[in-house]
Every structure is written in structure tokens, then in C-alpha cells.
């Protein structure tokens, strides 16, 4: 199962449209794309709503399956995921989550938890922090892998669970 992960595009429809033709089985936006909900880009992406979205039509959160993961995706900005992951753990857990993916904070990251992959593509737009602007590319077979890359489709950073 591969799925290929963005967030904070905050208006550049170019990369939403470079990064969703990578391949994949599932496509998500974490949030903040300052696009309507109907846009074309979107046509085949799971997408909700960050802080910086003011189109009412996006969810607060998406809970679909990919395979056979369960992938919770949000925002972040209602989860406290600049200051830890302890909201967000908990929505994982009571949605029975196997990803979950989210932005808001600019800063690209993983985490495993209690067997749940934590994903912060970070940003495809406003990186902080002297970061190059990210998406994330999530591979679950035997292990759990996530790639970070640039926007030139260069890896950029990358880690490998093998244990969850």
C-alpha cells in the first residue's frame, strides 16, 4: 500500500497538481490548501480543513481505508500538534487508526505509536525551520516506510519501521 501525503499548500494549485501525479493508492491533504473543496486538483484526493481554509465543504477530519489501514487525517490545528501528539494519539485510538496523517506545523515528521504511524508531511508551500518546501510518500508492507520529499521529487529525508 503506498499513499502519497501533502499539507499547507496555502494557495499554489501547481504543486498540489505535481505532487498528486506521483503514483499511488490513495492521495490526502492535510489541510490549509486555500482552495474550494470542489476544486479539479482535488478530484481524486482525501483532503480537510485547516485553519487557513474558509470553504465550510471540507470535513474537519477523513477517516477512509486504504488497503486494509485505516487512515485518520486532519489538520492538527485542533489536536495541539505543535506542542505534542497526545491529542492526536487519542483520536487515533478511539477511531481505531492504523495512519494518521496531519499538518499545520510547517515541519515534516514520523513517529510510530503503539503500532499507529504518525506522518507531518510538512509543508509543500511555507516550510519553517530552513526546511525545503515536502510531501510524504507512505509505504506499508512488511515494514512501514515514509519518504520525505522535495518538490523536484528528490528524497529528502526518509525512515523505515520495521517493528510495529
Same mark, same amino acid.
Given at each position: 500500500?503506498?499513499?502519497?501525503?501533502?499539507?499547507?499548500?496555502?494557495?499554489?494549485?501547481?504543486?498540489?497538481?505535481?505532487?498528486?501525479?506521483?503514483?499511488?493508492?490513495?492521495?490526502?491533504?492535510? %489541510?490549509? $490548501?486555500? *482552495?474550494?473543496? @470542489?476544486?479539479?486538483?482535488?478530484?481524486?484526493?482525501?483532503?480537510?480543513? !485547516?485553519?487557513?481554509?474558509?470553504?465550510?465543504?471540507?470535513?474537519?477530519?477523513?477517516?477512509?481505508?486504504?488497503?486494509?489501514?485505516?487512515?485518520?487525517?486532519?489538520?492538527?490545528?485542533?489536536?495541539?500538534?505543535?506542542?505534542?501528539?497526545?491529542?492526536?494519539?487519542?483520536?487515533?485510538?478511539?477511531?481505531?487508526?492504523?495512519?494518521?496523517?496531519? %499538518?499545520? $506545523?510547517? *515541519?515534516?515528521? @514520523?513517529?510510530?505509536?503503539?503500532?499507529?504511524?504518525?506522518?507531518?508531511? !510538512?509543508?509543500?508551500?511555507?516550510?519553517?525551520?530552513?526546511?525545503?518546501?515536502?510531501?510524504?510518500?507512505?509505504?506499508?508492507?512488511?515494514?512501514?516506510?515514509?519518504?520525505?520529499?522535495?518538490?523536484?521529487?528528490?528524497?529528502?529525508?526518509?525512515?523505515?519501521?520495521?517493528?510495529?
Amino acid at each position: 500500500m503506498k499513499i502519497i501525503v501533502m499539507s499547507d499548500s496555502h494557495g499554489d494549485k501547481e504543486t498540489v497538481k505535481a505532487v498528486s501525479l506521483q503514483p499511488g493508492d490513495g492521495y490526502f491533504h492535510c %489541510g490549509d $490548501s486555500e *482552495l474550494v473543496f @470542489t476544486d479539479p486538483v482535488f478530484s481524486e484526493m482525501h483532503k480537510v480543513r !485547516g485553519n487557513c481554509d474558509f470553504d465550510n465543504h471540507f470535513p474537519r477530519q477523513s477517516l477512509v481505508t486504504v488497503g486494509n489501514k485505516k487512515v485518520l487525517t486532519v489538520h492538527g490545528h485542533e489536536h495541539g500538534v505543535k506542542e505534542s501528539l497526545t491529542r492526536i494519539y487519542y483520536s487515533a485510538k478511539e477511531n481505531n487508526a492504523d495512519i494518521v496523517l496531519f %499538518g499545520h $506545523s510547517h *515541519l515534516y515528521g @514520523t513517529e510510530m505509536i503503539d503500532g499507529v504511524l504518525f506522518v507531518n508531511p !510538512g509543508s509543500t508551500m511555507q516550510p519553517r525551520g530552513g526546511r525545503k518546501p515536502t510531501y510524504a510518500v507512505v509505504e506499508w508492507g512488511e515494514t512501514a516506510a515514509v519518504t520525505f520529499k522535495d518538490m523536484d521529487h528528490n528524497v529528502v529525508d526518509s525512515i523505515t519501521f520495521k517493528n510495529f
